[in-house]
């Protein structure tokens, strides 16, 4: 069903009025339009519950399946006869769009022989391409002129042109994709995971090392964009900010200075910029990068929900706990939040349960936020939706250690954590003594010194000093951690914890 869901955000009713692609009366039309419009509407949202209301079976009844096929033609077949130039894209979004929609129509003309015509249009599309430096599209082109004028046209300057032309582009799109690659191999550890990678470090140096030296030969777009966020990782691994934000200030002056908006690499620079800022405790210099980076954000894409998470987080630590609120509920009301993989709705999950214990400790204010009016929080249903984050230990599953504690305590249910004390001493002694997690080490002894005190304040005070002190001397700007790690600053949440107790 996702499928049909993302073809259905791009393709609303308007622009099917406009292409009549749901106006006619063919036999199963209306069927059709129901189908469509429950989906729209959120009505839908797995094929069981589709096939099911519509045809009272199964989702492999074959005619659900039909019908299920019928709009999903339809729906791609129409993304060809919308007018994406009217779409708010940014100048190299909309030559994208328009020249891999023209190249399709070359490659049928020159699969139907009308040659003349398809090399009209692809000898159009290069001079755009080469513009916006689509190098895949350039080789692609250059390969289909190179063959026309070497095997059918007989004009051996301009085979040797286009030759030339491949050649240059083919080597290009070759590092190109070596640096995506490199760029993968460094990301794909974190998809799922916010824990530290320990060897991030000595990889991201081994491969800019070998990528560096081509950027001085080539302006590529994909080229300095993938190399730069090897370089990036180089430092975001150490938490290095300072050398990270250099980092990005050098590669948003690169893309700035393109003739053309390069909307992608100034998004992702200045979101992780803002993140230094944020672990350096530079708020206002947090939230001027975090206002960049929207300007180049379209509402409801992934990037825009990732650069409210950030901008979450960075009100959060200032203590602005009523503008955390609203950026939270404007995006879980979104009506595109549910499209988000599970592990992105699960840290936004995890954000709402710091702001209902904020709300249980009187910290924030319901009848001030209305919280508790927009959507109903059930612990237990919390704990459960978050399956996806239980193997990560030493990232996000923490989270769900520390608010299964701070509500216990909040709500005074002090014999189940006594019942837990042992099994979390064991998951802190196994998973948080390595020093990139060493703030979550210290915050859960301290945590876990209100049981082992038998909940009296002066005896926890004394117990957990030693690793107060030590939270204290490792700030967060110094602590070697992801910056998702620590929603609420370990030492505030400690204070409404003892709080919790008078």
């Known amino acids: 069903?996702?499928?049909?869901?993302?073809?259905?955000?791009?393709?609303?009713?308007?622009?099917?009025?406009?292409?009549?692609?749901?106006?006619?009366?063919?036999?199963?039309?209306?069927?059709?339009?129901?189908?469509?419009?429950?989906?729209?509407?959120?009505?839908?949202?797995?094929?069981?519950?589709?096939?099911?209301?519509?045809?009272?079976?199964?989702?492999?009844?074959?005619?659900?399946?039909?019908?299920?096929?019928?709009?999903?033609?339809?729906?791609?077949?129409?993304?060809?006869?919308?007018?994406?130039?009217?779409?708010?894209?940014?100048?190299?979004?909309?030559?994208?769009?328009?020249?891999?929609?023209?190249?399709?129509?070359?490659?049928?003309?020159?699969?139907?022989?009308?040659?003349?015509?398809?090399?009209?249009?692809?000898?159009?599309l290069l001079k755009i391409s080469r513009k916006y430096e689509f190098t895949e599209l350039n080789v692609d082109i250059c390969h289909t002129l190179r063959l026309y004028h070497g095997t059918m046209d007989g004009d051996y300057a301009k085979y040797q042109q286009y030759h030339q032309e491949l050649m240059t582009y083919e080597k290009l799109w070759i590092l190109e994709n070596k640096a995506e690659h490199y760029y993968i191999e460094l990301s794909i550890g974190f998809v799922n995971s916010r824990a530290p990678k320990a060897d991030i470090q000595a990889k991201a140096q081994e491969y800019y090392a070998e990528i560096e030296p081509t950027l001085k030969t080539y302006n590529s777009y994909q080229l300095h964009l993938c190399a730069h966020l090897v370089e990036a990782a180089i430092y975001s691994s150490i938490n290095d900010y300072p050398n990270l934000i250099d980092v990005c200030n050098r590669t948003i002056a690169f893309f700035e200075q393109k003739e053309y908006t390069a909307a992608i690499p100034l998004q992702v620079f200045y979101y992780q910029k803002a993140i230094c800022h944020v672990q350096l405790r530079e708020f206002d210099l947090a939230k001027q990068a975090t206002e960049e980076c929207l300007k180049y954000s379209d509402n409801g894409n992934f990037n825009w929900f990732k650069t409210y998470e950030l901008n979450f987080m960075l009100h959060m630590h200032e203590g602005n706990y009523l503008q955390s609120q609203a950026i939270l509920y404007m995006v879980m009301q979104h009506q595109q939040f549910t499209d988000l993989p599970e592990n992105i709705q699960g840290i936004w999950k995890i954000s709402e349960a710091y702001l209902h214990f904020l709300v249980q400790i009187k910290a924030l204010d319901t009848a001030e936020s209305g919280i508790s009016k927009k959507r109903k929080f059930r612990l237990n249903k919390f704990f459960n939706e978050l399956q996806v984050f239980y193997m990560d230990k030493q990232g996000m599953n923490i989270h769900l250690i520390f608010l299964e504690i701070l509500f216990n305590i909040a709500n005074h249910q002090y014999d189940e954590l006594i019942d837990r004390v042992e099994a979390l001493d064991k998951y802190r002694m196994r998973y948080l003594q390595d020093g990139v997690v060493l703030r979550c080490n210290y915050f859960l002894k301290m945590l876990l010194q209100i049981p082992k005190s038998s909940f009296r304040k002066a005896d926890i005070l004394q117990k957990a000093a030693p690793d107060f002190q030590a939270l204290m001397a490792l700030p967060i700007e110094m602590a070697n951690q992801t910056f998702e790690i620590e929603v609420l600053p370990y030492e505030k949440l400690w204070e409404y914890a003892l709080n919790c107790l008078e």
């Open 1 to 124: 069903m996702k499928d049909l869901i993302d073809l259905i955000h791009i393709i609303t009713k308007p622009k099917l009025r406009e292409v009549e692609l749901m106006n006619d009366s063919r036999p199963g039309t209306s069927k059709l339009q129901d189908f469509y419009t429950h989906i729209a509407e959120g009505q839908f949202q797995d094929d069981d519950t589709a096939a099911s209301r519509l045809y009272g079976a199964s989702k492999d009844a074959p005619v659900y399946q039909k019908l299920r096929k019928n709009l999903k033609d339809r729906l791609v077949n129409s993304l060809f006869l919308i007018d994406l130039k009217q779409a708010s894209y940014t100048n190299r979004q909309k030559a994208f769009y328009e020249c891999y929609k023209e190249w399709a129509a070359a490659k049928i003309l020159f699969g139907k022989n009308a040659r003349n015509a398809a090399v009209g249009i692809a000898r159009k």
